[in-house]
């Protein structure tokens, strides 16, 4: 069998298979899972069948379960409903995941939680945080900012656009009050330094006269 950087062909396929999938579960909807699972059942079958069967024959074994593993992986994911738009092979990126709705499968508090989103990508799971208040498994949520597509930020979907604009009022105001302390404390702290600054040239002016 053909060897690449010193390991047969089939263990670099069932590395790099793994690899993919590692790659899937730490960036969902990345999309990694299809060619992954195609490349490691590939590799695993040359490393299985290697000793008995060789030269072309192997290759040729390896490509054929390739196609089949990658092609049942892909059907399974269609027949699942996992995509986007109904299109279960369509990419997901972050910035698509604004507005998509989705359902709370582990608790969502500010510190983290997960939720599945309708429209997801291959893999709908996401880790995700509230925006003000913890939401309960089950609920209903709608996603209000992607963040990268890594933690997305999410809000009770039955929530109506009145108190929805409130609440994003909130956090707007709240932001703004950070930022307007921040400036209040470097104005005192100017201020401050001049008051010092006059303070000493009052006391050197006696000196001189």
Known sequence: M?????????????????????????????????LGSGLTVAGLVGVLLSPLIGGVAIILLMTLVFLLASG???????????????????????????GNTGTVTERVTSDGGEVKLDDGGFNPYY?????????????????????????????P???????????????QDRAAGATG????NRVSESDGDADADGGSESDREPESA
């Open 2 to 34: 053909v060897d690449i950087f010193g390991l047969p062909l089939s263990m670099v396929l069932l590395l790099a298979g793994a690899g993919l999938m590692l790659a899937e579960a730490l960036a969902p909807g990345a999309n990694f899972i299809v």
């Open 72 to 98: 049942a992986t892909l059907a399974g994911y269609r027949r699942l409903g996992i995509g986007t738009g109904g299109s279960g092979s369509k990419t997901t990126d972050s910035s698509s995941l604004r």
């Open 127 to 155: 880790r995700a945080r509230a925006m003000d208040r913890d939401i309960e498994v089950g609920t209903e949520v709608v996603v209000m900012d992607p963040g990268g597509g890594n933690v997305v930020t999410v809000a």
């Open 157 to 171: 979907a039955n929530e109506d656009d009145i108190d929805r604009a409130l609440r994003e009022a909130r956090e």
């Open 181 to 184: 302390d921040a400036e209040t």
